[in-house]
């Protein structure tokens, strides 16, 4: 069962307005965390911001903001002010605990692209 | 920048062949992760190194093994290379007891193999 789920391969946005990158989780821990990453056509994974599980308020991280319903176990990403350089592949994942560490499992990715 | 460093950037290989590849982690961080990423998806975890001990492993066959070393930088071997291990591959460094342990991810090395 897929654990991630990003259901917009891809996404337009108009230059300096607000979009919203969607995505639902699936676990029975209590705890755990969840990321988003930015991938940029040279494949680097940038990190942009956190949610712990026990988190009351929502992440936000200068322009990032991440929109957490827990009883939805959904965790959005809200990127203000779009630009141009924003667009990239997004990515949610999630920290599980595997074995005797942690690991992160990934979403598939939304391909944002922002326009002039 | 991370600070978390890969090389090589590109490889080409064929099909048999072995291949290693290397990661340097981020100053202050003793876990390496490593990642593969298929053409169009999200990243797959291979396996975790802490302290020198793979310390969890993904659903990937024997072939692929891994180090790390005392400086906590982290080899990745793969032997008897398939042609679907053509994928870019990621290394991860993070800091294990830390609240987020958010893991830090380097450019990667882009694997073909022919």
């Known amino acids: 069962a897929q654990k991630i789920t990003q259901t917009q391969p891809g996404m337009f946005v108009q230059e300096k307005e607000a979009v919203t990158l969607d995505c639902t989780y699936d676990?029975?821990?209590?705890?755990?965390?969840l990321f988003w990453y930015k991938q940029p056509s040279s494949g680097e994974m940038i990190f942009l911001i956190y949610?712990?599980?026990?988190?009351?308020q929502n992440a936000t991280e200068g322009r990032y903001s991440l929109n957490f319903q827990k009883a939805r176990k959904s965790a959005n990403l809200v990127i203000s002010a779009s630009q141009l350089g924003d667009s990239a592949m997004y990515f949610c994942?999630?920290?599980?605990?595997?074995?005797?560490?942690?690991?992160?499992?990934f979403g598939g990715g939304t391909r944002l692209m922002v326009k002039p | 920048e991370t600070g978390v460093t890969q090389s090589p950037t590109h490889l080409i290989k064929t099909r048999g062949q072995q291949v290693t590849l290397r990661c340097s982690s981020q100053?202050?961080?003793?876990?390496v992760s490593w990642y593969q990423q298929a053409l169009g998806q999200g990243p797959q975890f291979i396996f975790q190194?802490?302290?020198?001990?793979?310390?969890g492993r993904g659903n990937f066959p024997p072939r692929f093994s891994g180090l790390q070393f005392p400086n906590y930088s982290s080899e990745l071997n793969v032997n008897a290379l398939e042609l679907d291990d053509s994928a870019l591959y990621l290394c991860?460094?993070?800091?294990?007891?830390?609240?987020?342990?958010?893991?830090?991810f380097g450019p990667g090395t882009r694997l073909l193999v022919l």
């Open positions: 676990t029975s821990d209590q705890s755990y965390g």
């Open positions: 994942a999630m920290r599980e605990v595997y074995n005797a560490g942690n690991m992160l499992t």
């Open positions: 991860a460094s993070s800091s294990q007891g830390t609240r987020q342990e958010t893991q830090y």
């Open positions: 190194y802490y302290r020198e001990e793979e310390n």
């Open positions: 949610q712990g599980s026990y988190d009351e």
């Open positions: 100053s202050g961080h003793n876990t």
